[in-house]
């Protein structure tokens, strides 16, 4: 028979083990707990147009935790059980996110909420957009032949009085941006935020008979089999670059920034290679020659008859002109001078960043060419001169195009065209003025 002190001793020594099993079990979840990545918001901000909607997504979710939304102002818009927020009327709401894990509640974040009219609104104070009450001499006149007839104050007990409607052309309103500036550190990457990302695709190319190179960015959070739909812009490189010529500006740095505070949206990116030839190489050796000249005008038919039918069956983007951009830099400005006063139909938004000679005629650079409209024929159908949207830019200090990109603005003040036109004061014809155009162009694009 075992002595009693014996068996006792194994007793508190099983009891021992177990504790300190228990303890190291309950440690590890402790870790493991405290490991774990904080639930919250994949955004900070989401911008909506009326009409339409945009799931809130958590990063970092834990998988029995249970999310709920709540609105600030369900009446601008609205958000369901599964973060499903629908656009109702324009306005700014706050979406309130909080988890509910092992019983406790909590708040983890919130998404501020933009709501825009599908119309164009000249007036967007948050993209500081305004029309100018008065010309100076800093804001030239878009409507430089068009004489505003007197405000007058009714009487207050005056009736109102039924007119016929005016047989006279509707006055288009001056667009002006008031602020060019770009704030410290908008085209780089900062933490916190999520950014699209870059891949290199193939498209085949009837016009040239070969594939064609180009990069595409698409949105932080795109799933292909996702019904989200987006807008498209084509950003055009420069005379002697490539597809790979825009990387060097951060456009994903710089789209992300500006959507994650709520001054633009999400959108995909695809910048092609615009020589549309065989010979497509950056840096060739003949790029003061005609033939260099006419590949870069034969990609209107690349553009219209292979990229774009490629990338409207191949990824999820609205193909309505109204959702459609293009801009580009030097001769990709002149591209999207060309592509979009030539395919009004097909483009709603124009941006041309130091636009390159060429879209009337000259002669520089031992070179000359007809050009592709007289100053008299460049503007838009009558039935596009109030829905499509073009911004000129240039540095002051041009070194390369000059005063051509001021002779654009000038013909389409002729030519009672509305647009935007700046200059960047001591920007030479470089990245530093082509960043500044895309920050300020994909301020207005696709409002």
């Known amino acids: 028979m075992k002595n009693n002190n014996y068996i006792n001793v194994k007793k508190l020594s099983f009891l021992t083990l177990c504790a300190a099993l228990t303890c190291t079990s309950f440690s590890t979840a402790n870790i493991t707990d405290a490991a774990a990545k904080t639930a919250k918001p994949a955004v900070k901000s989401l911008s909506v147009f009326v009409g339409n909607s945009k799931k809130i997504k958590i990063k970092n979710k834990k998988k029995t935790a249970v999310y709920s939304y709540t609105s600030s102002k369900k009446k601008v818009a609205a958000v369901s059980k599964k973060g499903l927020v629908k656009a109702l009327k324009k306005g700014t ?136 739909k987006y807008p498209v812009l084509y950003l055009f490189h420069g005379g002697n670059g490539d597809e790979n010529d825009w990387l060097d500006g951060n456009p994903a740095a710089i789209l992300g920034n500006l959507v994650d505070e709520g001054l633009t949206d999400q959108m995909i990116v695809v910048m092609p290679n615009c020589r549309a030839r065989a010979n497509d190489k950056k840096n060739p050796s003949d790029s003061l020659s005609h033939e260099h000249m006419d590949a870069w005008t034969n990609f209107l038919n690349d553009f219209k008859n292979d990229l774009m039918p490629y990338i409207n069956e191949n990824y999820p983007v609205y193909t309505d002109r109204e959702h459609t951009a293009i801009a580009g830099l030097s001769m990709g400005g002149r591209t999207a001078l060309y592509l979009g006063f030539s395919l009004p139909d097909k483009v709603s938004y124009i941006g041309a960043f130091s636009p390159a000679y060429g879209i009337f005629e000259y002669e520089n650079w031992g070179l000359h060419e007809d050009g592709y409209f007289t100053e008299d024929e460049f503007k838009f159908p009558e039935e596009y001169m109030d829905n499509t949207t073009c911004m000129i830019m240039n540095g002051d200090s041009d070194s390369m195009v000059k005063k051509e990109p001021e002779r654009y603005h000038n013909a389409l003040v002729e030519n009672n065209v509305n647009h935007y036109y700046y200059t960047l004061p001591g920007a030479d014809h470089n990245m530093v003025a082509w960043k500044n155009g895309l920050y300020n162009f994909l301020k207005i694009v696709f409002k």
């Open 93 to 228: 709401a706050t979406i309130t996110v909080r988890e509910k894990y092992k019983k406790k509640t909590k708040k983890i974040g919130s998404v501020k909420v933009v709501v825009r009219n599908m119309l164009k609104d000249n007036t967007i104070t948050d993209n500081k957009l305004t029309p100018p009450s008065n010309n100076t001499a800093n804001e030239p006149a878009i409507n430089a032949n068009v004489t505003n007839a007197p405000v007058t104050t009714p009487a207050a007990t005056a009736a109102p009085v039924q007119t016929a409607p005016p047989t006279a052309a509707p006055t288009r309103t001056p667009l002006v941006l008031t602020d060019t500036d770009t704030p410290s550190g908008f085209d780089v990457k900062k933490s916190g935020i999520e950014y699209g990302t870059i891949e290199k695709i193939k498209y085949h190319s009837d016009t040239v008979g070969t594939d064609r190179n180009a990069n595409i960015i698409l949105p932080p959070d795109f799933d292909q089999a996702s019904d989200t």
